[in-house]
């Protein structure tokens, strides 16, 4: 029990890279990015491979950044400059990259069994909390700056930025370079921590970021920057658990995990606005009530 | 400062939709002119703020600011020179931000946007300082999210971010329309005061006929895609509402039809 619970902090930690960049685009930019899919098999197929080929588990990893960046811009090209539906350049790019991942990694499955990664020394759990916090912190900072808040308001009201002068394309472009960077980044490390890259590693990743993104704002808020990125780091780690927990029921096999993932992003984004809609109603009624309470108390009432 | 020289605009060419927005359109602003402009529904107002602002292209004829020419230039990069305030209270600001990080983003207008934080410490006494001037207490809510605050209150800051940079020209796009009365006096009262402080050159579309004779130096009004009337300062001292309203049926043939337009 409790190993399996420590396994899912150390998942959810490495994951929590991948869920701040899904919190970039699907947040900030208010863009549901497929290429995430994509992206992520790329970042542990590009570090995979060049760690088998003797390079350094760091400059690995730090292409497989760089190999996300340029997933996430070309997906930006499509939609800005190539004037296609957001949700289809991710879903085109999602494709594309699946050709181009088993073009890095030439077969299926490349296994890193005995080679030296980032985690040989040093164990996940060690080094990974000092990964995430530096990474959170960085994009909170990033977030602050003059760039950041362009990348803000073009999620937030296009036009408006647009009169300030920011051209809206390249934060774009930018935004979801630098997410996909961020999932790029998480798959390259989750390949080096169970010990092999997959073709399909990336398959349904879009939807547990969005989970964990979801299910950090349900339970944590997200008032601030600050805090919704705190919120999507604490929900990758919630959900690994609640995963783990998931698959020691006895009667639960390991592929009905998709379908408990989609059920509870479809909980997580229908709870709140059913509870919103009738929070709206109950107050509605409420001051109604009051309003026609007064007009009868002055006798401003209607005839009976 | 801005010149427009024959400037012409057509929707849906080709298409059994096809209307002119604009036809030939001369218009000179001096340095320091304050324009309001009135005009009846679809006489193309509007066409002709997101021409100058750059959200539209004209299909002939050119925009020039300063003697350089600015009509193929996208909006974006315009804006170095021009400030714009919306009709929508909801359009010129970005609600989910706070009031800091908006002020912060106008203050960058022009500017390449850097790794700079946007709202430093030195930087927000200057907003303190400048949002103050608005009166509205919105200074001591440098924090709060500008999706808080109510539509005249986001008029008035949207006024100000967009004047703080001191642009060239001032556009603004029936700034008061959508607030109640007590409301629009105040950013009435605020656009006055920043435009003659800084001496902004403005374009103020208004559909009060009561302000559009009261506010500036000159009015023009327009009417099927042209201007159909150019009136100058000392004409406008004598302006009245009847004569104004008498004026726009003798040049156009047909009453001033605006479902909006306030008489006073």
């Known amino acids: 029990m409790m190993n399996s619970l420590l396994g899912a902090v150390e998942s959810g930690l490495i994951y929590a ?25 790329t970042g542990g197929a590009i570090a995979a491979v060049m760690i088998t080929e003797g390079a350094s588990p760091w400059i690995a990893t730090i292409c497989a950044f760089f190999g996300g960046l340029a997933a996430g811009a070309l997906t930006g090209l499509l939609h800005t400059k190539g004037k296609i539906n957001g949700l289809l350049s991710g879903i085109l790019m999602m494709i594309a990259l699946y ?19 980032m985690f040989s020394s040093l164990s996940p759990l060690l080094l990974m909390p000092f ?32 009169s300030f002068g920011a051209h809206t394309d390249n934060t774009i472009i930018m935004g979801l370079s630098l997410s996909n960077g961020l999932v790029a980044l998480s798959g390259a490390l989750i390949a080096q921590q169970s010990g092999f890259a997959d073709i399909s590693a990336g398959i349904g990743m879009i939807v547990i970021g969005l989970a964990s993104v979801i299910i950090g704002e349900a339970i944590f808020g997200a008032r601030t920057v600050f805090f919704a990125t705190l919120a999507a780091v604490l929900g990758s780690i919630v959900y690994r658990i609640v995963v783990a927990l998931a698959l020691r029921i006895e009667w639960l096999e390991q592929t ?17 606005s059913v509870h919103r809609s009738w929070k709206q109603k109950g107050l509605a009624r409420k001051r109604s009530a009051e309003i026609v309470a007064l007009h009868e108390k002055q006798g401003l009432g209607g005839e009976r | ?14 298409s059994p939709d096809e209307k002119i927005a604009l036809t030939d359109i001369n218009l000179h602003l001096n340095s320091g002119d304050f324009i309001t402009v009135i005009g009846s529904n679809g006489a193309g107002k509007s066409t002709l703020m997101n021409m100058i602002s750059g959200v539209l292209k004209p299909d002939i004829g050119n925009i020039l600011i300063d003697g350089n020419d600015i009509t193929n230039l996208p909006e974006h990069k315009r804006s170095r020179w021009i400030g714009r305030v919306f009709q929508d209270p909801m359009a010129g600001t970005a609600p989910h931000m706070t009031i800091e990080e908006n002020l912060a983003m106008a203050y960058s207008r022009g500017q390449n946007r850097g790794l700079h934080i946007g709202v430093s410490s030195k930087r ?64 009435t009262r ?12 403005t374009l103020m579309v208004t559909h009060n006929m009561e302000q559009a004779i009261r ?49 006073g």
Do not use: C
């Open chain 1, 131 to 162: 990964v995430v916090v530096a990474v959170k912190l960085l994009l909170d900072l990033f977030l602050h700056t003059e760039l950041g808040l362009a990348l803000r308001a073009t999620g937030d009201n296009q036009r408006m930025i647009r």
């Open chain 1, 99 to 117: 050709s181009i991942n088993m073009r890095i990694m030439g077969k299926p499955n490349v296994g890193l069994l005995g080679e030296t990664t």
């Open chain 2, 215 to 263: 506010l500036g130096n000159r009015l023009i009004m327009m009417d099927g895609g042209k201007i159909i009337l150019d009136v100058n300062e000392s004409v406008k001292a004598d302006l009245t509402m009847e004569h104004l309203l008498g004026e726009f049926e003798r040049i156009s043939g047909h009453k001033l039809a605006d479902d909006r337009v306030v008489l």
């Open chain 2, 124 to 187: 927000r006494t200057l907003f303190k300082e400048q949002l103050s001037r608005l009166g509205i207490g919105l200074e001591d809510r440098l924090r709060a999210k500008v999706g808080t605050l109510s539509g005249g209150e986001r008029q008035a800051l949207s006024l100000l971010m967009a004047t703080f940079t001191k642009p060239q020209i001032l556009l603004l796009d029936e700034h008061t329309a959508a607030l109640d009365p007590a409301r629009a006096e105040l950013v």
């Open chain 2, 1 to 14: 400062m801005l010149r427009i020289s024959h400037v012409s605009k057509l929707f849906h060419a080709g």
């Open chain 1, 256 to 272: 009905d995990l998709k379908l408990i993932t989609a059920v509870i992003v479809i909980f997580a984004l229908v709870i709140p």
């Open chain 2, 190 to 201: 605020l656009t006055q005061n920043i435009v003659s402080e800084l001496n902004l050159t």
């Open chain 1, 17 to 41: 890279l991948m869920a701040l960049g899904v919190y970039i685009t699907f947040r900030i930019l208010d863009f549901p990015d497929l290429t995430v899919d994509g992206s992520f098999t």
